[in-house]
């Protein structure tokens, strides 16, 4: 069983979006990777395992801007630079970070009819498997103003290990509807090892806080523009299916 105290302390100095997400997740972790063999010499009163881990260096770059003309969106991605956009070879715009083991999926859509988000999330969960179904467990969800003026909730939550297995799953899973449009956005990541849990909640507070939370669709009325140069960003060449920044 994990000891719960000890799991809270990762809560205490964290914001509260942050704060949640690396609470629960460390709930979770212990389960499968905590020794049953006791520690000879317990460590020193003075040790600072209070302290949370920094930043994943892996999302912990500049913040880039990838805008998708298919989709009339703008969407930030955290350490810009690192991730491989295909907006092209599929119905949907799939980001991968590769150092941090992170996929995104984000689209939006015009269904035939009026939608809510409860019809938009079935739509999407149809069309394709999405994090966060049978078998997860909820560490948070609300609503969220992402897009500007859609109802919108988020849900973050993780995957159980399997033992022996120590690798922990995360995601941060989205969906919004308003009027005759739908949006999506399903992110995942996971690591494994002692600090696998803080630094799969670290990673998917990042995406919320600074990709998610950016989300915003392009005007409808202007010409699409394409995607503006953000240093470091490596020459694209047309036609390419699979983009970087």
């Known amino acids: 069983m994990a000891d719960l105290p000890a799991l809270k302390r990762w809560v205490a100095p964290a914001r509260r979006v942050r704060g949640a997400l690396i609470g629960v997740a460390l709930i979770a972790a212990p389960a ?27 999302l912990n770059g500049r913040v880039g801007e990838y805008h998708s003309t298919r989709f009339d969106l703008a969407l930030p991605l955290p350490d810009g630079v690192g991730w491989r956009v295909d907006d092209a070879s599929s119905p949907w ?45 909820v560490i948070e969800q609300r609503r ?56 799969v909640a670290t990673r998917l507070a990042a995406l919320v806080e600074l990709s998610l939370a950016g989300v915003h669709l392009e005007s409808e009325l202007t010409p699409a523009r394409p995607a503006s140069p953000r240093p470091p960003a490596p020459r694209v060449e047309h036609p390419e299916p699979t983009r970087r920044f």
């Open 32 to 58: 499968c990777g905590t020794p049953s063999t006791p520690v000879a010499t317990p460590p020193p009163a003075t040790a600072p395992a209070t302290r949370p881990p920094g930043p994943a260096a892996e």
């Open 93 to 137: 715009l799939a980001a991968t970070h590769a150092s941090s083991t992170t996929t995104l999926l984000v689209r939006t859509w015009r269904p035939n009819d009026r939608v809510h988000r409860a019809l938009c999330e079935t739509q999407a969960r149809t069309w394709r498997k999405l994090p966060g179904g049978e078998g997860s467990v």
């Open 144 to 199: 969220i103003d992402a897009p500007a003026g859609f109802d919108t909730v988020l849900t973050v939550g993780i995957v159980p290990p399997v033992p022996p297995s120590t690798a922990v799953e995360g995601f941060a899973v989205a969906f919004g509807g308003r009027a005759f449009r739908c949006f999506a956005y399903a992110a995942a990541t996971h690591a494994e090892g002692p600090d696998a849990a803080p630094l």
